[in-house]
């Protein structure tokens, strides 16, 4: 995984709020394990119409959409069941951020397992971002602030634990291994005297 640090990009709106894993990334696209791939299948069903022709009002089919790092969601975005091929998906496609006004719980805890940072922000702010199609935000992880097209900074909350491992592009798993040499001395010394 790639560290997460300061991310300056285009943004796409998605103006829909109650977004579930099944809209981001429909079960017919969860036979697989892997990450890569899972773009294609991203939003399919509101996408692209039913013979596979991309829909020209959905906004990621938009041209300036190509290449957009920054998706602007509605309330409660990533509802519904667990599922971490949603973030897949939404990294696969190119995205590394998302900002709204809420996310559903389970959808932000696997976006920060998987370098997908979910910024949740005000109602204004959000109003603000969903009125600039395609405008220019940076995102500054170590400052935890967004730069708006205006010029203005917005501050958000993240979990410490997460922003550390995003900083660092690693996952949980990766922060454990790098851990190896203290849990060796550790059991070291507790296990002393010990037969």
């Not at 991310?7 to 429909?26: E, K, N, S, Y």
């Not at 959409?65 to 409660?76: E, F, H, K, S």
């Not at 990533?78 to 900002?99: K, M, N, P, T, Y």
Request: aromatic content about 8%.
């Amino acid at each position: 995984m790639d560290p997460f640090r300061v991310l300056t990009g285009r943004t796409v709106v998605l103006p829909m709020d109650d977004v579930d894993t099944d809209q981001i990334i429909p079960a017919r696209f969860l036979k697989g394990t892997t990450r890569t791939g899972l773009g294609k299948g991203l939003f399919a069903d509101r996408r692209y119409a039913a013979d596979g022709s991309p829909r020209p009002e959905f906004p990621l089919n938009r041209p300036d959409a190509a290449g957009a790092p920054v998706l602007v969601t509605g309330r409660n975005f990533g509802c519904g069941s667990s599922r971490e091929h949603a973030v897949w998906a939404l990294v696969d496609q190119g995205f590394r951020a998302a900002i709204g006004p809420s996310f559903a719980d389970i959808f932000r805890g696997n976006a920060l397992k998987n370098g997908f940072l979910p910024i949740a922000v005000p109602a204004e702010v959000h109003a603000r971002l969903a009125a600039s199609e395609g405008a220019s935000v940076t995102v500054d992880l170590q400052a935890q602030e967004v730069t708006l097209p205006d010029g203005a900074r917005v501050r958000f909350a993240v979990d410490p634990f997460a922003r550390h491992c995003l900083l660092e592009g690693i996952d949980e798993l990766e922060f454990l291994l790098g851990q190896e040499n203290a849990i060796a001395e550790y059991e070291s010394r507790t296990n002393q005297g010990r037969t």
